[in-house]
């Protein structure tokens, strides 16, 4: 079956790197028009996107975080890792990884998420 | 930037119906999907494609869209469906996937 699953740091200090990495099985990313998104959901507030990546390798960022972000992917090891750089107190959140298939597809899988905290 | 509108809130009795809209401009001619979350859990997809159900969800759950606003529907609310709603589309200008603000339903 089809599952998702996010690692990374639980804590993190404001300026630093964050590094999360989604391990998938039950798919390949090299299948075609499959891809892969990185969401957030700080506590009590509402799904934002961030980053996604698709199995030709494009990639597309929001606007608003474009900059800090950068989205890989290695299929042979079924990873997709996502860095955020910068880390601020603000980007406290619950981060998803979810796999979605053909660019206006929906998101039909989900891992877990996985905690952050940034703090001094 | 592309942007979807829900309501913050929704209150029903059990048995009721629950609608649900999510406005954007012409959100008609874009896919819809919606996603349930629940408490500590990661969202699930309970309508795509504005009226598509994914298997194992309950016929209850049904979805429109047309003009600037695309609605899911709940009939025969159960206490178990008590959760936080999105919808989100892909904006195909900014090649952006976009999730509204999401509405939280409260059964009575």
């Known amino acids: 079956q089809v599952t998702l699953r996010e690692s990374g740091p639980v804590l993190m200090k404001p300026t630093e790197t964050l590094t999360l990495t989604c391990t998938v099985s039950?798919?390949?990313?090299?299948?075609?028009?499959?891809?892969v998104s990185w969401i957030r959901q700080p506590p009590g507030k509402a799904l934002e996107w961030l980053a996604h990546i698709f199995s030709n390798d494009e990639k597309s960022y929001s606007t608003s975080l474009k900059s800090r972000l950068t989205i890989s992917k290695d299929t042979s090891q079924s990873q997709v890792v996502l860095t955020m750089t910068n880390m601020d107190p603000v980007d406290t959140a619950t981060y998803y990884c979810?796999?979605?298939?053909?660019?206006?597809?929906?998101?039909?899988?989900w891992g877990q998420g996985t905690p952050v905290t940034v703090s001094s | 930037s592309y942007v979807l509108t829900q309501a913050p809130s929704v209150s029903v009795a059990p048995g009721q119906t629950a609608s649900f809209t999510c406005g954007g401009n012409?959100?008609?001619?874009?896919?819809v999907h919606w996603y349930q979350q629940k408490p500590g859990q990661a969202p699930v997809l309970v309508v795509h494609?504005?009226?598509d159900r994914p298997s194992g969800i309950p016929e209850r759950f049904s979805g429109s869209n047309s003009g600037n606003t695309a609605t899911l529907t709940i009939s025969r609310v159960e206490a178990g469906d008590e959760a936080d709603y999105y919808c989100q589309v892909w904006d195909s200008s900014s090649d952006h996937r976009v999730f509204g603000g999401g509405t939280k339903l409260t059964v009575l």
């Open positions: 494609d504005d009226t």
């Open positions: 012409n959100i008609g001619s874009k896919s």
């Open positions: 039950g798919f390949s990313l090299s299948n075609a028009r499959m891809g």
């Open positions: 979810a796999r979605i298939w053909d660019t206006s597809g929906p998101f039909d899988y």
